[in-house]
C-alpha cells in the first residue's frame, strides 16, 4: 500500500517546532499513562510532561518526550486496549482545532484532505499521516517511534481516533471496510474488533491504516459549515506560526547555568537546584547528552565573554570578575585557548 507524501508533499523548509508535539496530545498520554499505573517517578524524569509545562496551548514538547510516555503506556499495559483506552479518553476537542478541521467539511474525505497540511497542530512533521482515496478513504499513518511495543500502541490509538472523529463527524455508527496493523497478530485481539466493529483487521501489513467505505467517506456531513473550515484552516496557521517549543534538558540546564554566573554563583549544586533535580542527577543528565559539567561551563563562560567583549561596556578585569576568573590575566588565557585570539582582537574587530 503507497500512500502520498507527509503533509501533501507541501512542506519544505525546516521548522523548529518540526520535532515536537501539542501539550494536549502530550497531557493525553500521560494521563493514560497515570491511569495504567506508570510508576510516577517514571512520568516526573520525562521532559516536559508536568503541569506547569502543559499548561500553555502553544507550548510545543520534544517527540521524545511523547514516545517515552508511549513507551512506558506500552510497558504498564501490554497486549491490545492499551492506545483503544487512549482514545476512548478523547472525545471531539480534546485536540482543540485539529479536531475540528478533521470534523469541519463537505464530507469526511473533504475534511481530511482539507486537514492534512495541518497535522503538525498535534504531532511532529516526521509523524507520517497519509491519505489515499481511489473511492474508498484510507489513512495511514507511520509513527517514528522505534520501540515495536510502543508503535503498536501508537498506532492502535491513531486508528481508533479516526474511527471515533469519523463517527462524530458523520453522527453515525460508522464501521471501516479494512483496518491493517504492521506489527505482528497478538494472541487473542478480540478487543480490537469489538472496538472497530469489524473483524477486518489485518497483521503484517504493509501499513497501518484504516479505511472507509466511499459511501461514508463522500456523504455529505451534518457539521459541514464551509467558513467555520476557513476559520480553523486561518487559526491553524496562526498556531503554527506562534508555536513555543518547550525548551530541551540541555537548553534549560544552559539557561539555569548562565543565570547562575550571572547571579555569581555557578556551583553544580546550585544550578541543580534551579532545576529541582539533585547534583548526582544533573551530573547523569548531562551525561546522556555526551557532555559533562566542566565542558558545559567553559562553554557557557566563552559565550558570555564574547558577547560582554563585544559590548565593550565593561573592562576585562570586570568580565573576568563577573566569569568568576581570578583576574583578567586568568580571562586572556582561557579566552586564547577558546578562540585562539585575545579578548582585545576580538575587542577591535567588533569595533
Request: no cysteine; net charge neutral.
Amino acid at each position: 500500500m503507497v500512500f502520498g507524501e507527509p503533509d501533501g508533499g507541501k512542506r519544505l523548509a525546516f521548522d523548529p517546532t518540526d520535532s515536537t508535539a501539542s501539550t494536549q496530545l502530550v497531557r493525553l498520554v500521560r494521563d493514560a499513562a497515570r491511569h495504567a499505573g506508570v510508576d510516577p517517578s517514571r512520568l516526573a524524569a520525562i521532559h516536559g510532561t508536568d503541569d506547569h509545562s502543559l499548561s500553555g496551548d502553544l507550548t510545543r514538547v520534544p517527540l521524545r518526550s511523547l514516545i517515552q510516555l508511549w513507551e512506558a503506556l506500552a510497558a504498564a499495559r501490554p497486549g491490545p486496549g492499551a492506545g483503544l483506552a487512549v482514545a476512548a479518553a478523547a472525545p471531539l476537542g480534546t485536540l482543540t482545532t485539529w479536531d475540528y478541521l478533521v470534523t469541519t467539511g463537505a464530507t469526511l474525505a473533504d475534511a481530511m484532505r482539507a486537514a492534512q497540511p495541518y497535522h503538525r497542530l498535534v504531532t511532529a512533521a516526521i509523524e507520517g499521516f497519509d491519505l489515499r482515496q481511489d473511492g474508498d478513504l484510507t489513512v495511514g499513518f507511520r509513527t517514528s517511534a522505534h520501540d515495536p511495543a510502543a508503535a503498536s500502541v501508537v498506532n492502535e490509538y491513531v486508528l481508533a481516533y479516526y474511527l471515533r472523529r469519523a463517527r462524530e463527524a458523520t453522527g453515525r455508527a460508522v464501521v471501516p471496510t479494512r483496518v491493517t496493523f504492521g506489527h505482528p497478530a497478538p494472541r487473542e485481539h478480540g478487543v480490537l474488533v469489538e472496538a472497530f466493529g469489524t473483524a477486518a483487521i489485518e497483521f503484517d501489513a504493509e501499513a497501518d491504516s484504516i479505511t472507509f467505505a466511499a459511501a461514508d467517506a463522500t456523504a455529505p456531513l451534518p457539521r459541514a459549515d464551509p467558513m467555520l473550515a476557513d476559520l480553523l484552516r486561518s487559526h491553524a496557521d496562526l498556531v503554527l506560526a506562534s508555536a513555543r517549543p518547550l525548551p530541551s534538558p540541555l537548553e534549560a540546564f544552559r539557561i539555569a547555568l548562565a543565570a547562575a554566573i550571572a547571579q555569581g554563583d555557578p556551583t553544580l549544586a546550585t544550578v541543580a537546584r534551579r532545576l529541582a533535580m539533585s547534583p548526582r542527577s544533573l551530573q547523569r543528565h548531562l551525561s546522556e547528552h555526551d557532555t559533562t559539567w566542566r565542558h558545559e561551563y567553559d562553554s557557557v563562560r566563552y559565550e558570555q565573554a564574547k558577547t560582554l567583549l563585544g559590548e565593550g561596556r565593561l573592562t576585562t578585569a570586570a568580565i573576568a570578575n563577573r566569569l568568576g576568573f581570578t583576574d583578567d590575566r586568568a580571562l586572556r588565557k582561557a579566552f586564547r585557548r577558546w578562540s585562539g585570539t585575545s579578548p582585545s582582537q576580538l575587542r577591535a574587530l567588533s569595533a
